[in-house]
């Protein structure tokens, strides 16, 4: 099975009808409207990017689906996402999904960076709690995606040393994509 259906996977297994989730990364839409089918029209799915180009692909995929009304995109950093939502009125979230890295098929130079995706990580846990799930896949095959992909293994390292959170693993080769689902440790200690 391939990461993104994997992490599709599991997202079908978190996300019900009526939740609020968060596309932290929404590049060309495609994890923006897996969200919005899932949510459902009772539910939200607020859309993160920095790159008009990303936000415009986004909304046009989101129209085509007719999802416009469950679905607001920022033009804004994932590192604003508590800010963000709190002006909406929302304190916790069912899930958040990362996709690191550049926009296909657009300027590469554009990518996301360590510092902010790990501020946003650390925002994210707070946000989904003990009952959400965060979903990152990172790309160590490019020198940026390297040095990020580095900070996330000590980053969910870290959470493994506590009992609060655990890590599902997955990855496709030696320097392919990593898959990484974290959740409340809280359903192992019972
Ligand atoms: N999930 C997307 C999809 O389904 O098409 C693909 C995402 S793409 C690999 C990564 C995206 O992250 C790019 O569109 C890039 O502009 C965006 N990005 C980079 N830094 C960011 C930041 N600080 N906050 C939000 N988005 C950012």
Not at 28 to 50: E, Q, W
Not at 62 to 86: M, P
Not at 88 to 99: D, E, H, I, P, R
Not at 150 to 162: N, S, Y
């Amino acid at each position: 099975m391939r990461l993104t259906q994997r992490a599709h996977r599991a997202l079908e297994q978190h996300v019900s009808v009526g939740d609020v989730v968060v596309d932290a990364t929404v590049g060309n839409g495609h994890d923006t409207v897996t969200l919005a089918a899932l949510v459902g029209p009772s539910g939200h799915v607020f859309g993160f990017d920095i790159q008009q180009q990303a936000i415009d692909a986004t909304a046009r995929r989101v129209a085509t689906a007719q999802f416009q009304e469950r679905v607001t995109l920022l033009h804004q950093s994932h590192d604003t996402l508590i800010t963000t939502l709190a002006r909406a009125g929302v304190s916790s979230v069912k899930a958040v999904v990362f996709n690191l890295g550049y926009l296909p098929g657009s300027d590469k130079s554009v990518t996301t960076t360590t510092i902010s995706t790990q501020n946003a990580l650390d925002q994210s846990l707070s946000l989904i709690g003990e009952s959400g799930l965060l979903c990152i896949m990172a790309y160590r095959g490019h020198p940026a995606g390297r040095i990020e992909f580095d900070m996330i293994e000590q980053w969910t390292a870290g959470l493994l040393r506590t009992s609060q959170w655990q890590c599902e693993r997955n990855a496709a080769n030696n320097d392919g994509p990593v898959l990484y689902c974290v959740s409340s440790g809280a359903a192992n200690l019972r």
